[in-house]
């Protein structure tokens, strides 16, 4: 392949193609991004067909720059690239610095010449640790006490220009500025490993400030940092400091070329206002007669406040945001009656969604009159609220209002799981609608298909991941837990990779794992993260479980990076997480007996929640438990050797491959026949090549016999569940897994539809046979109860969906191929479906006409989609496709 001429820079493009989105790993138009190097991908739109990239040439340079043509003036032009590839190119100029604004352009060949330049995008860098003159301030509080406040006055000689305020804090903060509140994001900073890495946020606040004196101020929380963390008695407070602190620095640029600062220092004063205690678990309580947001306008003054003091800080933990603010993303209109199962002046608020958020609610009464809001998932056959399965966490918003007549309430620095809520109060409720939190990650995928309880488990599971990816990716959103579980993020990335654009949001998660891991020492990955979790803390079979190095949930070290890199297509997360996944399997090769496998007899999660085990015993699965052991250690050897090949050691590759074909023939001779007729086993023993290849079909067809004898029930626990349909349809039982899929009958995901549920059950038998709520109080010291209704693990069959009942499977990453094979069922005979891929909407409609199938694909410019043995380009296809049985 050679390359056109290339003409000059500023030269007009002759190719009749365009690039029509630039953009790179972080969110577009955001600023303060991390300093790192930039990887880059574009999307193109021609009307030639036949027309291919042959390469690329990226211009770069800073901004504000000159308009087109003269941009190219006083840009580096990077030397041409010959490449086909549009996703996860690394840019020319090296890493972002601390402030610097920096713009790309890139422009094509193509066989009909060159094309245009792209139009710019543009990237500007957060604050580098030692650019920040800010000190962090605080006033001493107590934990569930009262909420700290800070402001400081301050004079502009004039309107600005433009104007930046970079902030961060010990705890989670609000800011505001003449009274207004800064930005639109909730629980800053998102929650990471605080004493490694601290978050800080730049907004744009140019608009808020004025000539003449201006005020800002800010409300703290103990949030993440120093909120009670974790179940029961196990939780404890303080687990990353025990004072809060804010750390801002507003940087104000003048028309006059000047910049005036405006840090925190011992110039501001701080006090206690409108939060009188905030938790996590427990709710917010709310005096609206104290001060609030009033306390950034000019001119507060309060007797009872004064000085700051200064805290501490490692200034080089503070590094600018890279995973996505959490912002409200839906509300949801709630119906009111009273309520006669709670005493006095009770209002129920029932709503159509089980989510993650607050109400906000609309009351009409007198100064001094009280508001309490209790919240739950479900309601018990006596009419109460079902809150037992919250154990600890209260779950309880507070507030006394400040004036006569209607008042809107909301609380601060809290969110619930819930689908109920009672409101006890003298005054009169007018009006309810819940406000829905998550961490802000696009829409990847989208589908819709004849079958209405299907199309309702894919919204259940959207929900379900919206509710619990809050900062982290969580097991539950609504009792005293909410902690970033390994495994069920190992477990379901790969379906929350298809619903929304989760790189930025895992890459976070990614890097605080390594952090911790690196500084526990031996290579082992904990149980969650961040890790708040000791030993001691868990409690289960009469032993106590170490939270560190449990297969299956500390693979996430060696599967997310994988699932991301295939998903996206860039090699950015294997190359930043190379190190981690090599520490995680120098820690399995150490727990490796001479025989090459893994034997040590310490509790592991195994297929945690199989629906045959004893309620009080959810780690009591099926399949042996060391069989799951050596075939997830045999993945993480296997994909450490795929990425080595990829973006680290050749050689090392090579090893790794043969360490794992052994370890797997010597876990196959030792458990393979118990292991082999469970569903999880045989699942694990196909898709993770555990059992040889010339058994793979004999397993999987006694498994579908057995599946079909058992009239399509769900025989697994999370491991199992999330991948033996594929299983059973790489292996020609397409018919079978969909037999699972669509039962209706308990356990089975739809089983959970048919009874109401609007979120993904964290259990797949929650009701009994009378309709009521079963009880798993679990074999633990503390009687743990084990209940969620918001739980996404079980919400990992929906990937499978996409491939197969879409029919769109990703052949390389990032879809740069895919295969196109819809499989219709009985109920379903049609279906839709658009994946946002970093090449454009790829996208597909079916619907099946006797034994055909009629399809409408549509192709981004640079996805090959493969059709049997056709491979189709670019463009809006038109097919009529054989029934595959």
């Known amino acids: 392949m050679t390359l056109p001429a290339v003409p000059v820079a500023a030269a007009a493009g002759t190719a009749p193609v365009t690039v029509t989105k630039l953009a790179c790993q972080h969110p577009t138009g955001a600023i303060g991004l991390p300093l790192a190097p930039v990887y880059l991908h574009w999307q193109v739109t021609t009307d030639e067909p036949g027309l291919t990239q042959l390469g690329y040439q990226v211009a770069y340079g800073p901004w504000p720059g000159s308009p087109v043509p003269g941009f190219i003036d006083a840009w580096q032009v ?19 610095q601390g402030r610097e604004r920096r713009a790309y352009r890139v422009r094509l060949a193509t066989e009909a010449g060159w094309s245009d ?16 003159t800010a000190k962090l301030i605080t006033v001493p509080s107590q934990v569930d006490g009262p909420a700290p406040m800070v402001r400081c006055e301050f004079d502009l000689p004039a309107a600005p220009v433009r104007a930046l305020l970079h902030v961060t804090a010990h705890g989670w903060y609000e800011a505001y500025l003449n009274g207004q509140r800064v930005g639109d994001s909730y629980f800053a900073p998102e929650w990471s490993s605080y004493n490694l890495r601290l978050q800080a946020a730049t907004y744009d606040v140019t608009n808020l400030l004025q000539a003449g004196r201006n005020a800002i101020g800010a409300l703290l929380a103990d949030g993440w940092y120093r909120t ?23 940087e104000v640029s003048l028309a006059d070329g000047r910049t005036i600062t405006i840090a925190t220092g011992p110039n501001w004063e701080g006090g206690f206002g409108q939060v009188r205690q905030a938790s996590l678990y427990d709710g917010c309580t709310l005096d609206l007669n104290l001060p609030g947001p009033e306390i950034a306008l000019p001119g507060f003054s309060h007797p009872e406040w004064g000085p700051v003091t200064l805290g501490e800080l490692d200034y080089q933990t503070v590094e600018p945001r890279t995973e996505p603010p959490i912002r409200a993303y839906a509300t949801v209109p709630g119906s009111l009656e009273p309520t006669p199962a709670i005493a006095g002046h009770g209002t129920r608020v029932s709503l159509n969604q089980n989510l993650a958020g607050w109400l906000r609610l609309r009351v009409k009464g007198y100064k001094g009159q009280t508001v309490t809001v209790r919240h739950a998932e479900a309601i018990e056959p006596d009419g109460s609220l079902f809150t037992r399965v919250l154990r600890t966490a209260r779950a309880t918003d507070t507030y006394t209002l400040a004036a006569d007549g209607e008042t809107v309430l909301e609380p601060r620095f809290t969110y619930h799981g819930f689908q109920y809520a009672d409101v006890l109060t003298e005054a009169e409720v007018l009006s309810a609608e819940a406000v829905a939190v998550s961490s802000d990650m696009p829409v990847f995928g989208r589908i819709e298909t004849s079958h209405e309880l299907l199309n309702r ?40 990779a298809v619903l929304h654009d989760t790189e930025a949001f895992y890459r976070s998660w990614l890097r605080d794992m390594y952090l911790e891991q690196d500084r526990h020492g031996d290579g082992a990955v904990s149980s969650v993260v961040p890790n708040v979790l000791r030993m001691e803390d868990m409690p289960m079979g009469g032993t106590h479980m170490d939270p560190w190095g449990r297969t299956a949930w500390a693979d996430a070290a060696t599967v997310v990076p994988f699932t991301v890199y295939d998903a996206y297509g860039s090699p950015e997360v294997l190359v930043d997480q190379l190190e981690s996944m090599r520490q995680w399997v120098g820690h399995l090769k150490g727990d490796a007996g001479p025989d090459g ?20 015993k959810p780690w009591a699965s099926k399949v042996p438990v060391l069989f799951v052991v050596n075939a997830y250690f045999v993945r993480s050897l296997t994909l450490l050797a795929w990425a080595e090949r990829l973006v680290g050691d050749p050689a090392a590759a090579d090893q790794l491959e043969a360490l794992a074909a052994s370890t797997a023939a010597a876990a196959w001779r030792e458990w393979g026949d118990p292991a082999k007729v469970t569903q999880t086993g045989a699942a694990l023993a196909v898709e993770f090549g555990i059992a040889p290849v010339e058994e793979h079909q004999a397993i999987m067809d006694a498994l579908a016999a057995q599946v079909e004898a058992d009239g399509g029930r769900i025989g697994t626990g999370l491991v199992g569940g999330a991948i033996v349909l594929q299983a059973l349809s790489h292996h020609g039982h397409a018919d079978t897994a969909y037999r699972m899929l669509l039962r209706t009958e ?17 259990r797949l038998d929650v009701y009994d046979e009378t309709g009521a709520i079963r009880r798993f109080d679990m074999d633990t010291a503390d009687g743990d109860v084990m209940l969620s209704l918001n739980h996404p693990a079980y919400g990992a069959a929906m990937k ?14 990032g879809y740069r191929r895919v295969t196109i094979q819809p499989l219709p069922a009985p109920g379903v005979t049609w279906a839709k479906a658009t994946l946002a891929t970093r090449l454009g909407d790829l996208a597909i409609a079916w619907q099946l006409e006797g034994s055909r199938l009629v399809v409408d694909l549509t192709v981004p410019f640079g996805i090959t989609a493969i059709v049997g043995e056709t491979e189709l380009a670019y463009g809006r296809h038109h097919l009529m496709l054989p029934v595959v049985e």
């Open 117 to 132: 330049w792209s139009a710019p995008l543009e990237l500007e860098g957060g604050l580098a640790p030692d650019q920040w």
């Open 800 to 813: 499978w969906v996409y491939e197969n009942v879409a029919g769109l499977a990703p052949a390389a990453p």
């Open 457 to 496: 488990f894919a919204q259940n599971v959207d929900w379900t991941l919206r509710c619990n990816f809050i900062s982290v990716p969580s097991d539950c959103c609504q009792r005293d837990e909410r902690l970033g579980w390994t495994g069920d993020a190992e477990l379901f990335s790969p379906t929350a």
């Open 597 to 616: 496998l893994i034997r040590n007899d310490e509790l592991q999660w195994g297929d945690w929640l199989d629906p045959d085990a004893p309620f009080d």
């Open 228 to 250: 009670r963390l974790a179940w029961l008695q196990v939780g404890r407070t303080c687990q990353f400091g025990d004072q809060l602190g804010l750390l801002a620095q507003l």
């Open 78 to 96: 990077a030397e041409p690239v010959e490449s086909s590839d549009a996703i996860g190119i690394l840019a020319p100029g090296g890493p972002l």
């Open 746 to 762: 308990p356990p089975s995901w739809l089983g959970q539809v048919v009874q109401g549920a609007t979120t993904v059950w964290e």
